[in-house]
């Protein structure tokens, strides 16, 4: 299913870059974007609430050792399509965001069993957004506005011994994925290179939650909250039409 919607998306992308000439003039544009946020699917509360019981575990049973599962950083890498006309900036997109470096893992050890406790998750979007393009100086710009996002969720948890430290839930692989739609809005700068390459930085915020969602493993339900914050770089490529 997500094949196919891929490259229907792909093929759309395609299609309207070839048709932009035929439609006004303005400037058409892709770019590549990098950057990070703090949480992606919203595990914070979910994370503290594993921490507390492990915590309260510690205290109750002396003897007992923990290290504190980490809430993710994760790193950002996506591309656009732009199109430029007049003070209107059309763009639509796609990004990807995994916690590589900074894991959302910990474990706790009771009487010499170990208990690894790992949190796995992963979001890709496909942003669709009108700005509005506000000249400062020269060719700088800034634009504001906001849009659409398709969301597509995942997340495992895994634990080596369930049960211990009454980390729940009390299962060895919990693992959930979730497509939905949302919203964002969209806060940005473009610095000229030269006539054709730009640098953008961005502030972008996205709100949305998804319906529940059931486990592929147990008959455990949940929901997705995609509400973070994305600060992203990019470099742009123009074609003037």
């Known amino acids: 299913m997500y094949k196919h919607l891929t490259i229907s998306i792909i093929t759309a992308l395609l299609f309207i870059l070839k048709v932009l000439p035929l439609m006004a003039i303005g400037d058409v544009g892709v770019g590549i974007n990098i950057g990070i946020t703090h949480d992606p699917n919203n595990l914070e509360s979910e994370i503290n609430k594993y921490n507390e019981n492990m915590e309260a575990y510690k205290t109750a049973n002396s003897g007992t050792e923990l290290n504190q599962i980490n ?3 994760s790193p950002v890498l996506g591309v656009n399509f732009r199109y430029n006309f007049n003070y209107l900036l059309f763009r639509i997109g796609g990004y990807y965001t995994r916690a590589y470096f900074y894991k959302a893992q910990g474990n706790i050890k009771i009487s010499g069993t170990k208990n690894k406790i790992k949190i796995d998750s992963y979001q890709a ?13 020269k060719r700088t710009i800034s634009y504001i506005g906001g849009g659409m996002n398709l969301h597509f969720t995942y997340l495992k948890i895994s634990q080596t011994n369930p ?13 959930y994925s979730g497509m939905f739609a949302g919203f964002h809005i969209i806060f940005g700068i473009e610095f000229p290179l030269t006539n054709r390459y730009t640098l953008t930085g961005e502030w972008i915020h996205q709100m949305g939650s998804s319906p529940m969602i059931k486990s592929e493993d147990t008959a455990d339900e949940r929901s997705f909250n995609v509400n973070s914050d994305y600060i992203m770089f990019g470099i742009n490529y123009y074609i003037s039409i």
């Open 71 to 73: 809430v993710p950083y």
């Open 163 to 175: 049960g211990a430290g009454i980390v729940s839930p009390d299962d060895s692989v919990n693992r």
């Open 125 to 137: 979007g496909f942003p669709g957004s009108i700005c509005l393009l506000v000249p400062l100086k």
